[in-house]
């Protein structure tokens, strides 16, 4: 028997607030609805993930298969958000949240 992750989620603090609609301007591959849900959707294909991302400057990532895999994910969002513009001082801070595997 052995152990198969499915996914596995982070939760990310940036430290400080996030104005939605301008990253919603700047980044195609993003969701922002205000009105059906209060977080903006980022997508990303190199890891295969989605990022909540939240005005309180919290982020929840979803989707990642190992935990280096998530982490990598946050930072690279991160990473993102800084090429673009967008002020963010130090690294944020990074917890694995949940692991959902299959036994095998």
Known sequence: MSVEIQNVVAVATL?????LVAIMKVFRNVDYRPKRF????FKLKRPRTSTL???TGKMVCMGAR???EAFSAV???VRRLRKRGF???GEPDILIANIVAWLT
């Open 75 to 77: 930072r690279n969002v």
């Open 87 to 89: 002020i963010i001082r």
């Open 15 to 19: 430290g400080l607030k996030l104005d």
């Open 66 to 68: 190992s935990e280096k």
């Open 53 to 55: 991302i939240f005005t």
């Open 38 to 41: 209060p977080g903006l959707i």
